[in-house]
């Protein structure tokens, strides 16, 4: 994905859908559009393209909540094989100094909760020093996902313009925790500034 209004350019493997969250009757137009390329229109497979469209306008109506600026529902990696994972875009109001004699991404380490698990670090990428937090998210009590388990990983970058990035990937699979880090930090690897972000 990529464009000027974004700012950045990143490749993302297989086949993801995007979803707009800034407007909802946007948002409701792409989801029908992405249900009906996925499951088809016959009628044997209403139940389907109901439960499909249920679960991607929470996904959009959460993002859109948590002040994402973009949303992508991974389809697949592998050729015929579901991939549960999605990426959420966000451009949190988090100001830095210009000066001052520390890093920017110094900074905003001292911004984000300091970390925790074992796969949090500092990665050296392309487009510069990210920092990345992995978490293991259980479902909260009474929402639809209850008694499911998530494997969040954030990457945090700090584009020219110091107005900062977060990538938040999630996936449904924490069992495959250590290929799934792996396989996120190879995206992350493929982002370049294409613009003042």
Known sequence: MSGAETGYDLALPGT????????????????????????????????????LRTRFRLAATRARTAGASRLHLCREVVVG?????????????????????????DQLE?????ATEPD???????????????????????????GLTTLRVDYWLVPPSRRVLLLSFACGLPELRDGLVELFDLVVNTVSWSAPA
């Open 16 to 51: 993801w859908w995007e979803i707009p969250v800034d407007d909802p009757s946007a948002t409701d137009r792409a989801i029908d559009r992405i249900v009906g390329s996925a499951v088809g229109h016959r009628d044997e497979d209403a139940a389907a393209r109901h439960e």
């Open 81 to 105: 094989v579901p991939f549960p994972a999605s990426l959420t875009v966000y451009r949190p109001p988090i100001p830095l100094a210009e000066h001052g004699g520390r890093a920017p991404l």
């Open 110 to 114: 001292a911004v984000v909760e300091a």
């Open 120 to 146: 949090d670090a500092t990665l050296e990428t392309p487009a510069g020093r990210v920092l990345r937090r992995v978490r293991v998210v259980e479902a909260e009590e009474g929402t639809p996902e209850e």
